[in-house]
């Protein structure tokens, strides 16, 4: 069973950073793409980064492309996206999910992490 969790969201001033972590269990992480999605209230599900099994292809939507970076450590199942540049437009329930941007809004997620920028 595919298990995710993800963590390190908070209140943000606009301008700050984060760093948001998942901990991939259940399946073979090192085997898949991984990527990051997100969902504010009353909004769609937007995907935002996409990353191939060894780091060596990223992916962003346009809405965060030079400010956020995804990474993964598959030694530690544990995928990141590090956010900077925040700003009120980023609140919402970060999820990662298996796969790229196709499966996204399919995949199976965790409970999210929630980011709130706000002064």
């Known amino acids: 069973e595919v298990q995710l969790v993800e963590s390190g969201g908070d209140l943000v001033q606009p301008g700050g950073s984060l760093r948001l972590s998942c901990v991939a269990s259940?399946?073979?992480?090192?085997?898949?793409?991984m990527s990051w999605v997100r969902q504010a209230p009353g909004k769609e599900l937007e995907w935002l980064s996409t990353i191939n099994t060894d780091s060596q292809s990223t992916y962003y939507a346009d809405s965060v492309k030079g400010r956020f970076t995804i990474s993964r450590d598959n030694a530690k199942n544990t995928l990141y996206l590090q956010l900077n540049s925040l700003k009120p437009e980023d609140t919402a329930m970060y999820y990662c999910?298996?796969?790229?941007?196709?499966?996204?809004?399919?995949?199976?997620r965790g409970q999210g992490t929630q980011v709130t920028v706000s002064a």
């Open positions: 259940g399946f073979n992480f090192g085997w898949s793409a």
């Open positions: 999910t298996k796969g790229g941007p196709v499966d996204a809004p399919v995949a199976p």
